[in-house]
């Protein structure tokens, strides 16, 4: 049984549920027709045994709610030309009326367990396709990518460019940004973000972690790999349903936090560097190893300066090569 606020909720799907999802995935494979990506991953969540998802119950309610109309279209009932209809077959996927009637019913739920809860009801966490590396010479900086525009994620969301303007904005007027803290813990924070800003891509973050238990945990298991990656804590203030690709639109985020997480969402997402300022030999070795310097490039530099590279006989290097690595090494 899964556990929501501290509060056990049933979410295994019924053997009713179970018999429309297997029939929408036969004809969908039959007729070729009906349903997205996500209502085949809804359809096979329900088969799966397990339990739901809080979130997969509430994309299975506003499924639901948007998509009553399509009963009224031609192709849906037995001895209707057409039938089944696409509609029909993506209604299956998601459990059809058996899966309507739970949804709404684990909704509502979910719903007055909310209501019991006065911390923080509409906050929603998410993990996301993230990188971050440390920044100049303090190793305690760090930055990268909290957000990822115009990308359908994992839960079926889509973050619009400009959806943080209005966070942005207020912690520019007020001086005070989100927090960032240990793994989503309210009462842990791990240090401060020095500066948010949206580009082409998505929401680029700056942090420096604190000089504390907390954060030199962080900065610890930052460098050795073990976390690696970025995840949001926010509250949706305006939204749209983009019925053509079914996938929600998130046009204005409410942004409250911003955590170094264990699991990003997309396993891609890792840490890319985390430095430690040393400037003795090994150090400066390490350092040109990390930002691209063979073994043997990196001891040639430390051990007899830049000037050993423009040495070609030497290092082995053509001309044109050496002259790449000392561009590399200057920018």
Same mark, same amino acid.
């Given at each position: 049984?899964?556990?929501?606020?501290? &509060?056990? %909720?049933?979410?295994?799907?019924?053997?009713?549920?179970?018999?429309?999802?297997?029939?929408?995935?036969?004809?969908?494979?039959?007729?070729?027709?009906?349903?997205?990506?996500? =209502?085949?991953?809804?359809?096979?969540? !329900?088969?799966?045994?397990?339990?739901?998802?809080?979130?997969?119950?509430?994309?299975? /309610?506003?499924?639901?709610?948007?998509?009553?109309?399509?009963?009224? *279209?031609?192709?849906?009932?037995?001895?209707?030309?057409?039938?089944?209809?696409?509609?029909? !077959?993506?209604?299956?996927?998601?459990?059809?009326?058996?899966?309507?009637?739970?949804?709404?019913?684990?909704?509502?739920?979910?719903?007055? !367990?909310?209501?019991?809860?006065? +911390?923080?009801?509409?906050?929603?966490?998410?993990?996301?396709?993230?990188?971050?590396?440390?920044?100049?010479? +303090?190793?305690?900086?760090?930055? =990268?990518?909290?957000?990822?525009?115009?990308?359908?994620?994992?839960?079926?969301?889509?973050?619009?460019?400009?959806?943080?303007?209005?966070?942005?904005?207020?912690?520019?007027?007020?001086?005070?940004? @989100?927090?960032?803290?240990?793994?989503?813990? @309210?009462?842990?924070? %791990?240090?401060?973000?020095?500066?948010?800003?949206?580009?082409?891509?998505?929401?680029? &973050?700056?942090?420096?972690?604190?000089?504390?238990?907390?954060?030199?945990?962080?900065?610890?298991?930052?460098?050795?790999?073990?976390?690696?990656?970025?995840? %949001?804590? /926010?509250?949706? *203030?305006?939204?749209?349903?983009?019925? +053509?690709?079914?996938?929600?639109?998130?046009?204005? !985020?409410?942004?409250?936090? &911003?955590?170094?997480?264990?699991? @990003?969402?997309?396993?891609?997402?890792?840490?890319?560097?985390?430095?430690?300022?040393?400037?003795?030999?090994?150090?400066?070795?390490? %350092?040109?190893?990390?930002?691209?310097?063979?073994?043997?490039?990196?001891?040639?530099?430390?051990?007899?300066?830049?000037?050993?590279?423009?040495?070609?006989?030497?290092?082995?290097?053509?001309?044109?090569? &050496?002259?790449?690595?000392?561009?590399?090494?200057?920018?």
């Amino acid at each position: 049984m899964a556990t929501y606020r501290g &509060v056990e %909720i049933d979410l295994e799907p019924t053997d009713g549920m179970r018999d429309e999802a297997r029939l929408g995935l036969a004809w969908r494979e039959e007729y070729g027709r009906g349903g997205t990506a996500v =209502g085949v991953g809804t359809a096979n969540a !329900i088969l799966s045994g397990s339990e739901l998802s809080v979130d997969r119950v509430r994309r299975m /309610y506003a499924y639901f709610e948007r998509h009553a109309v399509d009963s009224e *279209a031609e192709g849906w009932r037995r001895g209707e030309p057409g039938f089944p209809s696409a509609g029909k !077959i993506a209604w299956l996927l998601w459990g059809g009326d058996p899966g309507r009637a739970w949804s709404t019913r684990k909704r509502n739920e979910l719903m007055s !367990i909310d209501e019991t809860s006065r +911390t923080e009801r509409t906050l929603s966490l998410r993990q996301v396709a993230c990188e971050y590396k440390a920044v100049g010479d +303090t190793s305690r900086v760090f930055e =990268g990518y909290g957000s990822v525009f115009n990308v359908v994620d994992a839960y079926g969301d889509v973050v619009e460019e400009g959806a943080f303007a209005d966070t942005l904005r207020k912690a520019q007027e007020t001086g005070v940004m @989100p927090a960032m803290l240990w793994q989503h813990n @309210p009462s842990q924070p %791990i240090g401060v973000w020095k500066s948010m800003s949206e580009d082409a891509y998505g929401l680029r &973050v700056v942090g420096e972690l604190a000089d504390t238990v907390l954060g030199n945990e962080a900065y610890t298991l930052m460098k050795m790999g073990a976390l690696s990656g970025l995840s %949001i804590g /926010y509250s949706v *203030a305006k939204e749209e349903y983009d019925r +053509t690709n079914d996938v929600r639109v998130l046009k204005q !985020i409410n942004l409250w936090e &911003v955590s170094p997480v264990t699991f @990003p969402a997309n396993s891609d997402a890792r840490v890319e560097a985390v430095k430690q300022t040393d400037w003795g030999y090994r150090g400066l070795e390490r %350092i040109l190893r990390d930002v691209g310097f063979s073994r043997s490039e990196s001891k040639l530099i430390a051990s007899r300066g830049l000037g050993a590279l423009r040495e070609a006989d030497a290092s082995g290097l053509s001309p044109d090569d &050496v002259a790449e690595l000392v561009a590399r090494f200057r920018s």
